[in-house]
């Protein structure tokens, strides 16, 4: 084809890509089109050569013009699906995603002597995989079906929208998303299951962080301040908001869990000897310390923020 004119090769590539039925009248349309933009360009003064390739660049990718005359989205999600498919992308990734890594944290924990860091590294690459699964998966399913999907197929995958969906700002502060929950809910089991874990005992190949001897008693008052964080949480879910009884629960829980969690910081009963901890499993120097005040002033910025954030559930929380 290296005798052929630039403007027929150009026209072949675009309707090549069309139908019989509407080829022919597209490849006529087309050289038309062609023909007279050029004319007019060599009217102008333009070589005949320069004045058919600017036309034929200012047409633009023949690929991209074939799939605007065959109706062919240019797109791998279309505007329509797109809000759809972020809405499923985002409950999907804030469910499975949390699911499979406390399911491979606690199997690890329980179930073998692995160390603290192939645990967490092992949680994130699954989180990682799981992850791009479900990206990849929905978008397959979003993009056949606005391809190839029935009128009703799409609706029902799109689903129809109401004014009923419409957010009360007044009402946004108070009410608990389903997001909101799944995270405050895993985060918190997770941090459970560690506790439990590293109470327990560890063993030779992980780092033993919290003291195996606290008693049974303060082991049980921690996981139970954790426990009513997520019975809270999900009951402020179930119930559609935060009602001023689970914001003061979450409020006392925050207060007193961080006062005891100091507490027995400061008197040497939560934290084990890191410094000989770390030099035992990984051979590291123990010619180290660990600042207990800076921990303490971590936990009760972390409970300090439950604590702010229980107080703006009570000050925006509807009646019980």
């Given at each position: 084809?290296?005798?052929t004119?630039?403007?027929?090769?150009?026209?072949?590539?675009?309707?090549?890509q069309?139908?019989?039925?509407?080829?022919?009248d597209?490849a006529r349309?087309?050289?038309?089109?062609?023909e007279?933009?050029?004319?007019?360009?060599?009217a102008?003064?333009e070589?005949?050569?320069?004045a058919e390739r600017?036309?034929i660049?200012?047409?633009?990718?023949?690929d991209?013009?074939a799939?605007?005359?065959?109706g062919?989205?240019n797109?791998?999600?279309?505007?329509a699906?797109?809000?759809?498919?972020?809405?499923?992308?985002?409950?999907?990734?804030a469910?499975?995603v949390?699911?499979?890594?406390?399911?491979?944290v606690?199997?690890?924990?329980?179930?073998?002597d692995a160390?603290?860091?192939?645990?967490?590294g092992e949680g994130a690459?699954?989180?990682?995989?799981v992850?791009?699964?479900?990206?990849?998966?929905?978008?397959?399913v979003?993009a056949v079906a606005e391809?190839y999907?029935?009128?009703?197929e799409?609706?029902g995958?799109?689903?129809?929208?109401s004014?009923d969906?419409?957010a009360d700002?007044?009402?946004?502060?108070r009410?608990?998303?389903?997001?909101?929950?799944?995270?405050?809910?895993?985060?918190?089991?997770?941090v459970?299951?560690?506790?439990v874990?590293?109470w327990?005992?560890?063993g030779?190949?992980?780092?033993?962080?919290l003291?195996p001897?606290?008693?049974?008693?303060?082991?049980?008052?921690?996981?139970g301040?954790?426990?009513?964080?997520?019975?809270?949480t999900v009951?402020?879910?179930?119930r559609g908001?935060?009602?001023?009884?689970?914001?003061?629960?979450?409020?006392?829980?925050?207060?007193?869990?961080?006062v005891?969690?100091?507490?027995l910081?400061l008197?040497g009963?939560?934290?084990?000897?890191?410094p000989?901890q770390?030099?035992e499993?990984?051979?590291?120097?123990?010619?180290?310390?660990?600042?207990?005040p800076?921990?303490?002033?971590?936990?009760?910025?972390?409970?300090g923020?439950?604590a702010?954030?229980?107080?703006r559930?009570l000050?925006?929380s509807?009646?019980?």
């Amino acid at each position: 084809m290296s005798g052929t004119s630039l403007t027929d090769r150009y026209v072949w590539t675009v309707t090549r890509q069309l139908p019989p039925e509407t080829g022919p009248d597209i490849a006529r349309e087309l050289r038309g089109t062609i023909e007279e933009t050029v004319e007019g360009r060599i009217a102008a003064g333009e070589e005949p050569a320069t004045a058919e390739r600017e036309t034929i660049v200012g047409l633009g990718d023949p690929d991209v013009l074939a799939r605007e005359y065959g109706g062919r989205p240019n797109h791998l999600i279309g505007p329509a699906f797109f809000p759809a498919w972020v809405r499923l992308v985002r409950l999907l990734l804030a469910i499975l995603v949390p699911l499979a890594v406390v399911g491979t944290v606690i199997a690890h924990a329980m179930g073998t002597d692995a160390g603290f860091g192939t645990i967490v590294g092992e949680g994130a690459l699954l989180a990682f995989q799981v992850a791009v699964h479900v990206v990849f998966w929905t978008t397959l399913v979003f993009a056949v079906a606005e391809r190839y999907g029935s009128p009703g197929e799409q609706r029902g995958l799109v689903g129809e929208w109401s004014p009923d969906e419409l957010a009360d700002p007044a009402d946004r502060a108070r009410r608990a998303s389903l997001a909101e929950m799944l995270f405050e809910v895993v985060t918190t089991i997770v941090v459970i299951g560690l506790c439990v874990w590293q109470w327990g005992g560890v063993g030779a190949h992980a780092v033993q962080v919290l003291d195996p001897t606290l008693g049974m008693g303060w082991q049980a008052l921690v996981v139970g301040f954790l426990a009513v964080d997520v019975l809270v949480t999900v009951a402020a879910w179930a119930r559609g908001g935060w009602s001023v009884p689970l914001a003061v629960v979450s409020l006392v829980s925050a207060v007193v869990s961080g006062v005891v969690l100091v507490w027995l910081l400061l008197t040497g009963r939560l934290l084990t000897d890191l410094p000989a901890q770390f030099h035992e499993t990984f051979g590291w120097s123990r010619d180290w310390s660990l600042s207990m005040p800076a921990v303490a002033v971590g936990i009760a910025v972390i409970c300090g923020w439950e604590a702010v954030t229980a107080l703006r559930r009570l000050r925006d929380s509807d009646p019980a």
